[in-house]
C-alpha cells in the first residue's frame, strides 16, 4: 500500500515517466486557509533541473488540485493533486528490466511483481514520487503553523563536509523561517562552497555523494504520540523511510547515546519562566514515544544516488548470467539539496496525523 496514516491518510499515486503522479489526502479538517504560493514555493525547493547538484531533468512541478479545496479553503472533502510528467526520456531505461541497478529496486521489484513493474525513470520507485508528498507536507504544515508549530531541515552534511547542528535546546523562529524557504538549506552558508565542490567531484568521476539532512519541529506541544507503537518516534521514522534513498534515522542523540552513562545521557529538568524543560535534549524532544515539548530534532541517512554513470557489476536477468552496467539518462549525482524540503513535508505528515 503507498498510503499514510490513521487519523488523516495520504495516498500517492503515478510512477516516474507514466502521464503523471499525484496525492489523494483525506481527513483534512474543512475550514483552513492554504496559501498555495507558499506550496508552490515548498514544490520548487524539490523540483528538479534548477541546480548543477541535481538531475538536468527539468519538471515544472505544478500541482493540479482537483478536489477538496475552493478559493483556497478547505473543503473538507479528500484533497486529491496531480502533477503531470512532462520531460520524459523513456529509452535511457530500456536495459534496465534485464540488467538491475546495483543499489536500486530494480531487481527486488522485477521478482516481486514478475516483470510487471514499470522500470522507467523507476517507476513507482522513483524519488520523482516525492513531489506529491510534498505536496501534502506543504499543505498540512500550513495548518500546523497556526498552532505555533514550525517545521524546518538543513543539510547536516554532504560526503566529508558539514554544517552545523541545531542547538538543541533552543532554535529560534528566523532561523526556521529561513531554512524552510532556502533551496540549498544551511545553518552556517560559508560552507556551501565545500559542499557544491564535493558533489562536483562525485558528477565528474560518473559518480554520486550522498549524506545526512537534520530537521527540527518547534512548537510541538507536550503531550503529542503515545506509547509502544504510536510513537512520536516511530510515526516519524515510518514517514521519513517511505523516502526513496533514506536508509537511517536518528532523534536527538541517537546512536551516540550508545556510548553514554545514563548519568550523562538524562536531559535534566528545570522550570523556566513557569515551564518544564531540560537543561539538554538528548532525547531529541521525545520521552516514551511522547513530546515533553522541547524541540523535537533528528536526523536522516541519505545514501549516495544508485543511478551512476561509472561502469558496475550486475547479473542479466534473461541469460542468468554475470554482465555490467553504465546507467544512462538524467539522474542526480547528489539527491540531498532536493530532500530537505521532502524530509520536513514528511514530518509535517506525521505530527499532522498524530496531532489530529
Known amino acids: 500500500m503507498s498510503s499514510f496514516g490513521e487519523n488523516t491518510r495520504l495516498t500517492i499515486f503515478g510512477e516516474s515517466h507514466g502521464e503523471g503522479i499525484g496525492a489523494v489526502l483525506d481527513g483534512v479538517p474543512a475550514g483552513c486557509r492554504i496559501d498555495m504560493d507558499r506550496v508552490y514555493a515548498q514544490m520548487a525547493r524539490r523540483a528538479p533541473g534548477k541546480d548543477k547538484t541535481a538531475t538536468p531533468r527539468l519538471e515544472k512541478d505544478v500541482p493540479r488540485v482537483l478536489s477538496g479545496m475552493l478559493d483556497g479553503v478547505t473543503t473538507g472533502a479528500p484533497i486529491a493533486c496531480l502533477i503531470e510528467n512532462t520531460n520524459t526520456r523513456s529509452g535511457d531505461y ?180 513557569e515551564t518544564v524543560v531540560t537543561e539538554t535534549n538528548n532525547c531529541g524532544g521525545i520521552l516514551g514515544g511522547i513530546s515533553n515539548g522541547m524541540p523535537l530534532v533528528f536526523r536522516a541517512a541519505i545514501k549516495p544516488t544508485p543511478s551512476i554513470a561509472k561502469e558496475q557489476k550486475t547479473v542479466n536477468l534473461t541469460s542468468a548470467t554475470d554482465d555490467l552496467l553504465a546507467v544512462r539518462g538524467r539522474h542526480d549525482p547528489c539527491i540531498v539539496p532536493r530532500a530537505v524540503s521532502v524530509v520536513e513535508a514528511a514530518a509535517a505528515i506525521a505530527i499532522f496525523d498524530l496531532w489530529c
Open 94 to 273: 530500456a536495459n534496465l528490466l534485464e540488467k538491475p541497478r546495483p543499489g536500486h529496486s530494480d531487481y527486488t521489484a522485477f521478482v516481486k511483481y514478475g516483470g510487471n513493474n514499470d522500470i522507467r525513470g523507476g517507476g513507482h520507485f522513483s524519488g520523482r514520487l516525492t513531489a506529491p508528498l510534498v505536496f501534502a507536507g506543504a499543505v498540512l504544515r500550513q495548518i500546523l503553523e497556526t498552532e505555533g508549530i514550525k517545521i524546518a531541515a538543513h543539510i547536516e552534511s554532504i560526503g566529508g563536509v558539514s554544517d552545523e547542528r541545531f542547538n538543541p535546546v533552543c532554535i529560534g523562529d528566523e532561523l526556521m523561517e529561513r531554512l524552510s524557504g532556502s533551496a540549498f538549506s544551511l545553518i552556517n552558508t560559508s560552507v556551501e562552497e565545500k559542499m557544491r565542490a564535493e558533489v562536483e567531484s562525485a558528477r565528474a568521476d560518473g559518480d554520486s555523494v550522498g549524506g545526512v539532512i537534520e530537521c527540527a519541529v518547534t512548537g510541538l506541544p507536550v503531550g503529542i504520540g503515545g506509547p509502544l507503537f504510536d510513537g512520536l518516534e516511530g510515526q516519524i521514522a515510518k514517514a521519513v523511510f517511505g523516502i526513496p534513498a533514506v536508509k537511517g534515522v536518528e532523534f536527538g542523540a541517537g546512536f551516540g547515546s550508545a556510548k553514554l552513562r545514563g548519568s550523562q545521557n538524562n536531559d535534566p529538568f528545570a522550570v523556566k519562566d
